[in-house]
């Protein structure tokens, strides 16, 4: 049975303070380089790679959880969920502000997921992408439910039973996590320290999550987006299982549907029969 472990609803609805980021064109390239991304915009630096959103946002990440999670649980948390809404693509020379709140979990037998909002605006207000991330505290079960949860985007299993639009293989290289950490300002050992990742219970080093949706978001624009970024609108993944660098990774897109000029495509991701990122969505304007 998972812990039971109290969560404090003072903690929800409160901001933190903004954080300010200022985008390079230097540091775009940086990061398309780091994710392998071969859309030439990207690579040139005139627009950043969607997935690049979260580095303005980095700092204003897991500060709300800390007036909500004991600190008892945070030894436990992974990173379960990511759902970008895009307003408009990050471009060099933005002056970004970021912020975040906690703002609703839900306790369950095996763990408890904790929602975090998250939004960038320009420096006059603009809103540039809003974000749900969820860090699931596995063990702990908070007991209640309390607040908003993240939108859901569960993939519809009938969907398996139509043709996929694409599939698409992708070459994890072995330095890879040592090239997205710094481009991502991301320096959580799991990724950089073999020792570290054995330590605790994996089998070595790990790729990040998000350099892993970072190669699924320009998987999905090179095969039905156009390789065109500000035609994405939302892009949503639930991270099941580890990817190791070394590994290939098979992602298999479906069409979904279209509403109002905008087309949904859901798409889940196989390390050979295990998959490692699952509901999989992607809103492309048409």
Same mark, same amino acid.
């Given at each position: 049975m998972a812990d039971v472990l109290k969560f404090d609803q003072a903690g929800l609805d409160v901001w933190t303070d903004d954080k300010t980021f200022e985008v390079t064109r230097e540091r775009l390239v940086e990061y398309a380089k780091a994710t392998n991304d071969p859309i030439p915009a990207h690579l040139a630096g005139d627009v950043a790679s969607p997935v690049f959103a979260i580095v303005p946002v980095f700092e204003s990440m897991l500060e709300p959880a800390l007036d909500v999670v004991p600190l008892a649980a945070f030894g436990r948390g992974l990173h379960g969920l990511q759902d970008f809404r895009f307003h408009?693509?990050?471009? /060099?020379?933005?002056?970004?502000?970021?912020?975040?709140?906690?703002?609703?979990?839900?306790?369950?037998?095996?763990?408890?997921?904790?929602? &975090?909002?998250?939004?960038?605006? +320009?420096?006059?207000?603009?809103?540039?992408?809003?974000?749900?991330?969820?860090?699931?505290?596995?063990? $702990?079960?908070?007991?209640?439910?309390?607040? &908003?949860?993240? /939108?859901?985007?569960?993939?519809?299993?009938?969907v398996r039973s139509t043709e996929p639009v694409a599939t698409v293989v992708q070459h994890v290289d072995d330095d890879q996590t040592y090239r997205y950490g710094p481009a991502a300002g991301d320096p959580v050992p799991l990724h950089l320290d073999d020792q570290i990742a054995k330590d605790a219970g994996l089998p070595g080093i790990i790729a990040h999550g998000l350099c892993m949706q970072a190669f699924t978001a320009w998987a999905v624009l090179t095969e039905v987006g156009d390789s065109d970024v500000t035609r994405?609108?939302?892009?949503?993944?639930?991270?099941?299982?580890? $990817?190791?660098? *070394?590994?290939? &990774?098979? =992602? =298999? &897109?479906?069409?979904? *549907?279209?509403?109002?000029?905008? +087309?949904?495509?859901?798409?889940? =991701?196989? $390390?050979?029969? +295990?998959?490692?990122?699952?509901d999989g969505l992607a809103q492309i304007a048409d």
């Open positions: 408009r693509p990050i471009k /060099p020379g933005d002056k970004l502000v970021a912020r975040g709140k906690a703002i609703g979990w839900r306790g369950l037998p095996n763990g408890t997921p904790l929602t &975090i909002y998250l939004e960038c605006r +320009t420096e006059d207000g603009e809103l540039v992408n809003e974000q749900y991330l969820t860090p699931f505290f596995r063990g $702990v079960d908070a007991g209640d439910t309390q607040g &908003i949860q993240a /939108p859901d985007h569960k993939l519809d299993e009938s994405l609108r939302r892009l949503a993944v639930r991270f099941a299982k580890p $990817v190791l660098p *070394g590994q290939d &990774i098979t =992602t =298999t &897109i479906w069409r979904a *549907g279209s509403v109002d000029g905008v +087309t949904t495509y859901v798409y889940e =991701t196989k $390390v050979g029969d +295990t998959v490692v990122l699952k």
